[in-house]
């Protein structure tokens, strides 16, 4: 084998021509120096364009309105895509798959993106393999789509609310008018429900709220007929309901279902020019029901429920590993230097924002929060939740934080 040159020879090479960097660094390797690869590769990387920053955008609000691009989305996408920088879309949205949600976005917004690229609020649930095999309650979304998402993440029996309406109109006398509509994407269930024989009837082992429900009411009166129920056996109402001497005063202490919500948005930025009540409203609505049927937290008894979507620490964590691992694909070898900052431009200060700024990354990468005014927020408002810095639109937010990482790769034109 050729002598090799001194070591301080080949970090001289690595620091003066890129070209020789993989050879110098396979030099490095072969002679055994890894400490000394990994800082060769850092000090090259680092000062030679390789960005320590990330985003995490916002898609309501920041990047669309509704189904309508906003303005300079493309412009700011493009320009990190044009520099390798990379980024991922985190929303609180859903209601398709996210392959399909993915290939929408990039014809809408004109840049080619992916969903290794792509988090949305109920993204988390096809991580829960525990329940695959039960069956499950899907509530939300358009006809029977996010049942078909939930099949597609591995769920093997799902019913619907529409469902049960359409096998048993009477559980919800006020939708007669939309029989026709839930019965052209209902599917027959599993088991009967059957009050009089509860072992053969149909039990709902965990309920899901995906997206946005339609149909307030009948949702609604579903999932108080499972959670008042004894083990989730629809047509039953448990023993223990109302029982003092029971935690929770003996509510969601029989076996009930765990219920799970993709998304706390009270409000969201559609079309309307004013916010529009989202999922946080149908959950705001149904505790406010429960409340009523139990008697609330006057008398001890909360909705047990699990939250996900922004702010929640869960799908920060979620995003963040999804974004290192995109990262890894775009930087290659380059993303040994470290990820330190990631910039979350958002619209919503409470999910947003909050979500930005009470999360702690494991990998200590610090989140940045960047509020636009292109959504929820508007000018002159004052967050709750303030973020690090407040701006126009996505644009001006990708520029501010370009300038604030320094980056030497390439200005933003104005
Ligand atoms: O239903 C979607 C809404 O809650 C907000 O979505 O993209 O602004 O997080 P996004
Ligand atoms: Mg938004």
Same mark, same amino acid.
């Given at each position: 084998?050729?002598?090799?040159?001194?070591?301080?020879?080949?970090?001289?090479?690595?620091?003066?021509?890129?070209?020789?960097?993989?050879?110098?660094?396979?030099?490095?390797?072969?002679?055994? =120096?890894?400490?000394? #690869?990994? %800082?060769? !590769?850092?000090?090259?990387?680092?000062? +030679? *364009?390789?960005? &320590?920053?990330?985003?995490?955008?916002?898609?309501?609000?920041?990047?669309?309105?509704?189904?309508?691009?906003?303005?300079?989305?493309?412009?700011?996408?493009?320009?990190?895509?044009?520099?390798?920088?990379?980024?991922?879309?985190?929303?609180?949205?859903?209601?398709?798959?996210?392959?399909?949600?993915?290939?929408?976005?990039?014809?809408?917004?004109?840049?080619?993106?992916?969903?290794?690229?792509?988090?949305?609020?109920?993204?988390?649930?096809?991580?829960?393999?525990?329940?695959?095999?039960?069956?499950?309650?899907?509530?939300?979304?358009?006809?029977?789509?996010?049942?078909?998402?939930?099949?597609?993440?591995?769920?093997?029996?799902?019913?619907?609310?529409?469902?049960?309406?359409?096998?048993?109109?009477?559980?919800?006398?006020?939708?007669?008018?939309?029989?026709? =509509?839930?019965?052209? #994407?209902? %599917?027959? !269930?599993?088991?009967?429900?059957?009050? +009089? *024989?509860?072992? &053969?009837?149909?039990?709902?082992?965990?309920?899901?709220?995906?997206?946005?429900?339609?149909?307030?009411?009948?949702?609604?009166?579903?999932?108080?007929?499972?959670?008042?129920?004894?083990?989730?056996?629809?047509?039953?109402?448990?023993?223990?309901?109302?029982?003092?001497?029971?935690?929770?005063?003996?509510?969601?202490?029989?076996?009930?279902?765990?219920?799970?919500?993709?998304?706390?948005?009270?409000?969201?930025?559609?079309?309307?020019?004013?916010?529009?009540?989202?999922?946080?409203?149908?959950?705001?609505?149904?505790e406010g029901t429960w409340?009523?049927?139990?008697?609330?937290?006057?008398?001890?008894?909360?909705?047990?429920?699990?939250v996900i979507g922004k702010?929640?620490?869960?799908?920060?964590?979620?995003?963040e590993r999804r974004l290192?691992?995109?990262?890894?694909?775009?930087?290659?070898?380059?993303?040994?230097?470290?990820?330190?900052?990631?910039?979350?431009?958002?619209?919503?200060?409470?999910?947003?924002?909050?979500?930005?700024?009470?999360?702690?990354?494991?990998?200590?990468?610090?989140?940045?929060?960047?509020?636009?005014?292109?959504?929820?927020?508007?000018?002159?408002?004052?967050?709750?939740?303030?973020?690090?810095?407040?701006?126009?639109?996505?644009?001006?937010?990708?520029?501010?934080?370009?300038?604030?990482?320094?980056?030497?790769?390439?200005?933003?034109?104005?």
């Amino acid at each position: 084998m050729a002598a090799q040159p001194p070591i301080s020879n080949l970090i001289q090479l690595v620091l003066h021509s890129r070209a020789a960097i993989p050879r110098a660094c396979a030099q490095l390797t072969c002679n055994n =120096h890894p400490q000394l #690869f990994r %800082r060769a !590769l850092q000090t090259t990387s680092v000062s +030679h *364009n390789t960005p &320590d920053f990330a985003f995490a955008f916002d898609i309501d609000g920041v990047l669309l309105r509704s189904s309508d691009p906003l303005p300079r989305a493309h412009k700011a996408l493009s320009y990190l895509q044009s520099h390798r920088i990379p980024f991922i879309l985190l929303t609180n949205g859903g209601g398709k798959h996210e392959s399909e949600r993915v290939a929408e976005l990039s014809k809408k917004l004109e840049v080619p993106l992916d969903t290794s690229m792509f988090v949305q609020s109920h993204t988390p649930f096809a991580d829960l393999e525990e329940y695959k095999d039960k069956t499950v309650l899907v509530v939300g979304g358009d006809g029977d789509k996010c049942r078909k998402v939930a099949e597609r993440y591995g769920y093997r029996t799902i019913v619907t609310p529409g469902d049960i309406l359409t096998a048993y109109p009477d559980t919800w006398p006020f939708s007669q008018q939309f029989l026709p =509509h839930h019965a052209s #994407f209902s %599917r027959p !269930l599993p088991r009967p429900i059957n009050a +009089h *024989n509860p072992a &053969d009837s149909l039990k709902i082992d965990a309920i899901f709220v995906y997206n946005d429900p339609r149909d307030w009411g009948l949702d609604i009166q579903v999932l108080v007929d499972v959670l008042l129920s004894h083990r989730g056996i629809l047509g039953t109402l448990s023993p223990k309901n109302n029982s003092p001497d029971l935690p929770n005063r003996g509510f969601q202490q029989d076996s009930q279902p765990p219920l799970f919500f993709s998304n706390p948005d009270l409000v969201w930025a559609a079309k309307h020019h004013l916010p529009r009540l989202g999922q946080g409203g149908f959950r705001e609505a149904l505790e406010g029901t429960w409340a009523a049927l139990t008697g609330g937290p006057r008398m001890g008894v909360q909705l047990l429920k699990t939250v996900i979507g922004k702010p929640f620490r869960m799908t920060y964590e979620f995003a963040e590993r999804r974004l290192v691992a995109h990262r890894r694909d775009l930087l290659g070898w380059r993303e040994q230097a470290g990820l330190r900052t990631v910039y979350m431009v958002g619209d919503n200060p409470e999910s947003d924002i909050r979500g930005a700024n009470t999360y702690e990354s494991p990998a200590g990468t610090e989140w940045v929060s960047v509020l636009v005014r292109t959504g929820v927020h508007q000018e002159g408002q004052d967050p709750v939740w303030r973020p690090r810095m407040e701006v126009g639109d996505v644009y001006d937010a990708v520029r501010w934080a370009v300038e604030q990482s320094k980056w030497k790769g390439g200005r933003l034109e104005d």
